[in-house]
C-alpha cells in the first residue's frame, strides 16, 4: 500500500510561484509512473502533469505547458511540482497520484490505484 502525502500548496497572487511535494511510503517508489491531478469546486478532476518511472518521460496537460514543471527525486520518494505564472484558474485542490502498472504515465485518473489527500492552491487576482 502506497501512501502518499501532498505538501507546498496556499495562497499565491496571480503571476507567483508554487512548489508542491508529494512524499511517498513506498521503498519501491522508483518503480512508480507519478502523477498531478487537480480539482476545482464544482468541477472534476482534471490532468495537470505526469512522470515517468525514470523521470525521464513527462507528459503535460495543455493549459499548464510552459509554465509548470513536474520532476521526481527518488532517493527521497518525492515527486515535485514546481509552478510558475499561476493564474486565478488554476485554483484548485491538487492530488498526487501513483501506479506502475502502466508501460507509461498516464493522463487518465483511472489509471492511478494510490492516491494522497491534496493539497489547496489558491490564487488570487
Known amino acids: 500500500q502506497v501512501q502518499l502525502v501532498e505538501s507546498g500548496g496556499g495562497l499565491v497572487q496571480a503571476g507567483g510561484s508554487l512548489r508542491l511535494s508529494c512524499a511517498a511510503s513506498?521503498?519501491?517508489?522508483?518503480?512508480?509512473?507519478m502523477a498531478w491531478f487537480r480539482q476545482a469546486p464544482g468541477k472534476e478532476r482534471d490532468f495537470v502533469a505526469a512522470i515517468g518511472w525514470s523521470g525521464g518521460s513527462t507528459v503535460y496537460a495543455d493549459s499548464v505547458k510552459g509554465r509548470f514543471t513536474i520532476s521526481r527525486d527518488n532517493a527521497k520518494n518525492t515527486v515535485y511540482l514546481q509552478m510558475n505564472a499561476l493564474k486565478s484558474e488554476d485554483t484548485a485542490v491538487y492530488y498526487c497520484?501513483?501506479?506502475?502498472?502502466?508501460?507509461?504515465?498516464?493522463?487518465?485518473?483511472?489509471?492511478?490505484?494510490?492516491w494522497g489527500q491534496g493539497t489547496q492552491v489558491t490564487v488570487s487576482s
Open positions: 513506498e521503498r519501491t517508489f522508483s518503480m512508480y509512473h
Open positions: 497520484a501513483a501506479d506502475r502498472r502502466m508501460a507509461l504515465p498516464s493522463m487518465s485518473s483511472t489509471r492511478y490505484n494510490y
